[in-house]
């Protein structure tokens, strides 16, 4: 009889792959040995120099195809020097797992491999099992789990729902899961004036002030007061900069950034006619050209609650004894690609340490979640 996968052991190997984005480092190579070894038929469905795996046991197109997502792509170390054990060491001492990844995600990988090769080796399900995951989720994300699912659709590939393995609990094990996340947008402006010298202003068409007052109204505006499952959108300004060092000289020109999380009583087309018009209104008043230029990173979207989330929430409950909150809160995940295709909600560790230097998981978390994932799977194809 095969002995249950470890997902700590898992989890380590994984680390010690140094797969910042965008390096693969042999993450997704382990992770195809390891599913084709199961029966799971595996491709690599690479775009872009972006690495990515998709896996699936059983029939495709099969009415019941449950799936996992998640990344093994993670961000850099920063300063080694300052890191307890080394970065991509996958240490454990103490009950401890230290390394890159070790809460975002390689660990919530691990987990729901392990849970999946588990159960089609002791108890193949009437279903299908589908596994998307990328190497470009701290990245840009365009070629991701996007590329994943235009692969999927090119080749009749989908998935019924679908569970991301993204750290969701802010303090204790099971507290939190993910139904839905706000949207994320940034604007950047430009304010095109005219150069001058500080000692003779009315022969210098000024940036800064033009600048000042539109970040003032931005800044300044409620944009609501939240919905039923999100809280109230934010508009933060993030940068103002002229460029300027010198004292005695007006700038030509001043630039700016503001990033906005919005909640479903906005999209992102709206709040791109309300940015531009702010501007427009701003340029008038100083006779000023002001360029805009936006970037919609993702709408926001909710996976009403219903039996996905109650699947879910029961797992949980029943391996942790807490019943978990059902949060839009936190950035962005690849589910907001996956929210097109099927229904989708994010359920993993305690993500307190991730992105810092020392990132770190008691092991026993990652065993646990396991668990989770397994109930999840039973549950869904009782």
Partial sequence: MTAPLDPIHLTQNLIRCNSVTPLEGGA???????????????????????????????E??????????????VVPPGDEA??????????????????RGATDMKSGVAAYVAAVVDFVRETPPDGALILAITGDEEGDATDGTTALLDWMAENGEAMSACLVGEPTCPN?????????RRGSMTAWFSVMGKQGHSAYPHRAINPLPAM??????????????????????????????????????????????????FNDAHSGKSLTKWLKDEA???AAEFGVGIDTRIKISGESFLTPPGPLSDLVANSVEAETGRRPELSTTGGTSDARFIKDRCPVVEFGLVGKTMHQVNEQVPAEQITQLKAIYARI????FA
């Fill in 377 to 380: 799977l039973r549950d869904y």
């Fill in 212 to 261: 000042a007052r539109l970040m003032d109204r931005l800044a300044s505006h409620t944009l609501d007061e939240g919905t039923e499952h999100f809280d109230a959108s934010t508009l933060a300004v993030v940068s103002i900069d002229t460029g300027n060092t010198a004292t005695n000289v007006i700038p030509a020109k001043c630039s700016s950034a503001v990033n906005i999380r």
């Fill in 28 to 58: 997704l190579v382990l992770l195809d040995e390891v599913l084709t070894e199961a029966g799971f038929i595996c491709t690599r469905v690479d775009r872009g120099g972006v690495s990515n795996l998709y896996a699936r046991w059983g």
């Fill in 82 to 99: 300052a890191w307890r054990h080394g970065p991509f060491s996958g240490h454990l001492e103490d009950g401890v797992l230290w390394g």
């Fill in 172 to 180: 204790e094990m099971g507290e939190m899961m993910k139904i839905g």
């Fill in 280 to 282: 427009d209104t701003v």
């Fill in 60 to 73: 495709r197109g099969h009415a019941r195809s449950f799936g996992f997502n998640g990344h093994t792509d």
